[in-house]
């Protein structure tokens, strides 16, 4: 997860259980915004808070579109059953510590192997995934949005999209600036967003009390 976050976002140690919360990263794969979920570990005998994460992991991986379950090359563990019809990938982790016929036994169980130490297999991973957003994104892309917001900041992004097209007259910093309030409006969309807007639209389309 910290190899394709490109940062420490996870705390790794030797210690079987160490995760437990949902941590998500997104990544640009072609253009494209994928959201990747790492979970806690699936095994038997865990610890109460453990158990919670796996709770958890099974809940998130009901829902997801595209399961990468990794398993220790050097030491695999039987996972058991995983809870989720999504395609599923299988990962065999930490190739350096195998070799030989045995590295070449074991990779045929698997859909993917990597090393994250080496970077092996690493790029064709990222790939892959890219593939099948790709072609997920193909299904889905003559869907019309439903939501009267999301049609209002789409036809914002339009106009100020037309705008700079249109302003070869205007400076560039004109122009760059309609670019800008294009992307936000977009932006509002896929979720990248202020905070104070996001309270904007909670307050004027629900109902809270306390």
Do not use: W
């Amino acid at each position: 997860f910290n190899a394709l976050a490109k940062r420490e976002a996870a705390i790794v140690t030797d210690e079987p259980g160490t995760t437990r919360d949902l941590l998500e990263v997104v990544l640009d794969l072609e253009g494209m915004r994928v959201r990747v979920t790492d979970t806690a570990g699936l095994r038997e005998a865990p610890g109460k808070v453990e158990a919670i994460g796996i709770e958890k992991a099974r809940a998130k991986a009901g829902g997801a579109d595209l399961l990468l379950l990794l398993e220790d090359m050097a030491l695999p563990v039987d996972p058991g059953a995983v809870p989720s019809d999504a395609p599923l990938l299988r990962i065999g982790t930490k190739a350096d510590l195998v070799a030989g016929e045995l590295l070449v036994d074991r990779a045929k169980l698997y859909d993917a192997v990597i090393s994250i130490r080496t970077g092996t297999g690493l790029s064709d991973l990222l790939a892959e995934v890219g593939r099948r957003a790709a072609a997920s994104v193909g299904d889905i892309g003559d869907v019309l949005p439903s939501r009267l917001r999301h049609v209002e900041l789409l036809k914002d992004a339009n106009d100020h999209l037309r705008t700079a097209l249109a302003g070869h007259e205007r400076s560039q910093e004109l122009r760059a600036e309609e670019l800008r309030l294009a992307s936000d409006r977009l932006g509002r969309i896929t979720g990248a967003v202020d905070v104070e807007d996001m309270l904007d639209v909670i307050f004027s389309q629900f109902c809270i009390g306390k």
